[in-house]
């Protein structure tokens, strides 16, 4: 194999594929160069003039290498492996390192497993990270439990590339022995650790990374980033569907640029068609002042630096040869994209086959219910006139907490006509019949109830809605088909007195996510195009605009991320890391 890429390398043999009189970014001293590229096999053999077996013009074009999205749950598309890759390798995507958190915390490492072998046979290196928060915390029900022990045993794997975004930092912090197994024993395989700490400063911040671990993607401030790179961390810069800090550049110097990498962590199908992946975050980063060498070299040297890729994101001889053509340096369109040595697509098209799908039972029919849910398990009895109610920032998925002012009636709280929806999030894997309960305010949806069997972590069902029967008729149909997102639209009344006992006819529209609860096995352009009709429809009942319709809902019970979080087993201070009272006195 040497031999044939030194052959080629030194022109005693042509190249197998060559891109002519192309434009470069050498990510290594931060300037564009001209010249042919030659690739033999699967590698780049060198830059100059060459002659190819198959060459490509790409004169007033500009070739950069592959991007490396350095964090993401493939989950939060929708989508299997195999759609997922159809959406982002077009864009210019080659490497994603995977977190499958999501799925994980719904079926064990049976959901770990099958991302990892529905990833084989598409061309994207899809690097495995084993979650390290399996349930996210001890304070909700999730469908499996990956304590120390298991993670001893399962990082040896070798499909496991490292260890998942460490969220619980005070068991780090704090020294819990059974969460200090986990780093311990990805150190001892000698696996890479990411992290997640949002706000953790000073000592605490030391302690954090005396457990060895490599990462944030949960900075806000300029403070934050300049201590945690000057600790020697990297530090993502996210352009999800729900969570986007692609302001942070702005604080990027020549002193610190080699510590920022992208990635996008959530990211959802109409999005990823819509407007795109890493592509999309280049442009708007560019575009917002960032210089584009810059730029691209956060998306792929500072990665394959950052997780120890060897011989990945640059364009140099010997190096993966995992290569976009793109129009300019602006709108970063993709002409061709190169992995391995192959060109995988053109002009935004997939020219690779996702229509066979590795799909297991053992990731089907995953949502469990005690009994039919009814209209009185929404009832919310509260002691007195004030309560706590939730609220979310557009963009992100911090919660506030604010105290209002409520009225009951026949020992439920009165919604109807007011700011506020009810919160309930339905436990589904154990059936436990465990029903947490919250109000929120400001989302803005009336006349029904939504809900999504997306609710990070552990995923259970999460309601949002004004009206008891809806918010049990959108449980039940989740369990009916397996998982996915509904909305149910209260009607006219069609019996009994209205001041009384109406009953009123509903509509109910659902959307399925078959696998695990959390993905189709569909194709992306069906799954997309169902999608935005749906989160259309929830924005036509009132949901606001600068909300992520059902991704927005689907964070309420993330009990890591303050402030007020509600799980299955109740509403939740994580400032407090501790279960609160909805009754304010």
């Known amino acids: 194999m040497l031999e044939k890429y030194i052959d080629a390398a030194t022109r005693r043999k042509k190249a197998d594929l ?36 198959t060459e ?10 592959g991007y490396i999205d350095g964090h993401v749950h493939i989950e939060s598309s929708q989508l299997s492996p195999e759609e997922f890759a159809s959406l982002i390798v077009p864009r210019g995507t080659t490497t994603i390192i995977a977190d499958p958190h999501e799925i994980t915390n719904v079926c064990g490492m049976a959901g770990c497993e099958y991302i990892a072998k529905a990833s084989e046979n598409v061309p994207l290196d899809v690097k495995i990270q084993l979650p390290s928060c399996v349930p996210a915390t001890p304070f909700e029900t999730s469908g499996a439990i990956l304590a120390g022990k298991d993670v001893e045993k399962n990082i040896k794997n070798e499909y496991i590339f490292g260890l998942g975004e460490f969220m619980n930092y005070p068991g780090i912090v704090y020294s819990d022995p059974d969460t200090l197994k986990k780093a311990e024993a990805a150190h001892a395989a000698g696996k890479i650790i990411d992290g997640h700490a949002p706000a953790v400063y000073g000592y605490d911040l030391n302690g954090y990374l005396c457990a060895g671990i490599s990462t944030d993607h949960e900075c806000v401030t300029k403070a934050e980033i300049d201590e945690k790179i000057s600790k020697g961390m990297y530090v993502h810069i996210r352009h999800g569907s729900s969570t986007q800090n692609l302001g942070n550049a702005k604080y990027i110097t ?17 999005d990823l068609k819509e407007k795109g992946h890493l592509d999309d975050a280049l442009r708007k980063l560019v575009a917002n002042g960032l210089d584009p060498i810059r730029a691209v070299i956060c998306a792929t040297l500072n990665a394959a630096e950052c997780y120890n890729l060897k011989w990945r994101g640059a364009i140099a001889p010997f190096y993966l040869a995992d290569l976009v053509v793109v129009d300019n340096l602006k709108s970063f369109n993709a002409k061709y994209v190169i992995k391995s040595g192959k060109t995988v697509a053109k002009d935004g098209i997939p020219l690779f086959d996702t229509s066979k799908r590795y799909l297991p039972k053992n990731v089907l029919n995953t949502v469990h219910l005690k009994r039919e849910m009814r209209a009185d ?26 105290v209002v002012e409520v009225e009951s009636k026949n020992g439920d709280v009165v919604v109807e006509g007011t700011d506020l929806l009810k919160l309930a999030v339905v436990e589904r894997h154990k059936c436990t019949g465990n029903i947490g309960k919250a109000l929120f305010k400001g ?4 006349g029904g109830a939504l809900g999504i069997t997306i609710a990070h972590d552990s995923h259970n069902i999460i309601l949002m809605g004004d009206d008891n029967e809806s918010m049990a008729k959108a449980a039940n149909r989740l369990k009916e088909i397996g998982g996915g997102m509904v909305i149910v639209e209260r009607g006219a009344v069609i019996s009994g007195e209205a001041e009384k006992s109406p009953r ?35 924005h036509a009942m009132g949901v606001k605009r600068e909300y992520e319709a059902f991704m927005s809902l689907a964070f309420l019970s993330l009990a890591v991320i303050p402030k007020l979080k509600v799980t299955d087993a109740g509403l939740f201070d994580v400032e407090k890391f501790a279960f609160t009272d909805i009754n304010e006195e």
């Open 254 to 270: 020549d002193g610190n640029m080699r510590r920022f990498l992208l990635c996008t962590d959530d990211r959802h199908a109409a």
């Open 504 to 538: 009123y006819e509903y509509k109910i529209y659902s959307l399925t996510l078959d696998i695990a609860g959390l993905m189709s096995s569909r194709d992306a352009e069906s799954l997309q195009a169902d999608s935005r009709a749906l989160i259309e429809k929830a």
């Open 377 to 402: 398990d929404f009832i919310l009895t509260l002691k007195g006139k004030k309560a706590k109610a939730m609220t979310i920032e557009p963009g992100g998925v911090v919660t506030g907490c604010e």
């Open 443 to 446: 989302y803005g949806f009336k």
């Open 56 to 65: 490509i013009d790409c004169t007033n074009l500009t070739v950069v290498p």
């Open 18 to 53: 060559v891109l002519k009189n192309a434009t470069f970014v050498d990510v290594f001293t931060g300037v564009l160069r001209k010249g042919d590229i030659a690739i033999a096999d699967e590698k780049i053999v060198g830059t100059g003039e060459y002659e190819g077996e």
